[in-house]
């Protein structure tokens, strides 16, 4: 089976978290002789390409981050530009990944994508959904390895099947919600960790405020 991929992530490929999950991925697809092309939404001059790639190729699978609780504008873009496939038999599958742990948050985004596939005259061949994705390029090797070997398994799995099944998807996504306990210990220890690493990673790009700053709250106060 050749895979045409696109990644309709904004951030340029090598900062890209999509990037990172799309390339564990081809490497689990890629073992039993399938083959696989990607292109990336965040340069434009790929464009042309990828609206071929999609127009030629009948297994297609659109990678993409969670942003605002639906897709990429850039995505939205380049699928408004896309004609509609007058032959039937091209697969649509969908990869979707998200900075926040609950699959929940990934719901609204799953039942846009379930729309797309009959409106560009494709089959819809399932959504892999994955969260807590947020830390990919910012952990060490070792976490890095760990976090995205889930993702060359569902290669693997989808080089044989072609398709996202509900189940698998389900099982992948998990947690659906945080238990109710583990939020407990978040509101506790957790929150304290986290700003502390965030504040740490803040303080490495540059930032030299507070994270909680509100430049803007005097000037709505005056005006
Ligand atoms: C503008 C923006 C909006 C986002 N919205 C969400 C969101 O609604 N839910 C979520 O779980 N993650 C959200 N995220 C986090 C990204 O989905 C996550 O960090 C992802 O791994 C980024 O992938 P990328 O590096 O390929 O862009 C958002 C990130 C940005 C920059």
Redesign the pocket.
Known sequence: MHLVIISG???PQP?????KIIAAFQKGFEENGNTTEVWYLSDRRQWQEAARAFEQNSHILIAL?????NIPGILLEFLTGLKTKETSGTKLAFLL????PEAS?SRCCEAYLETLPVQLGCDYAGTLIK?D??G??LVDEKSRKKMLAPFTEMGRVFGETGCFTKADVDAFAAPEYMPAKQIRMYNWVGKRISRFFMGHIARKMGCTDQLDAKPYENSLVHS
């Open positions: 992530a904004t951030r900062m890209s978290n999509t990037a981050p969670l942003y605002v609780e990944q998200g900075g926040f948050q969260g994705m947020f990919i390029g």
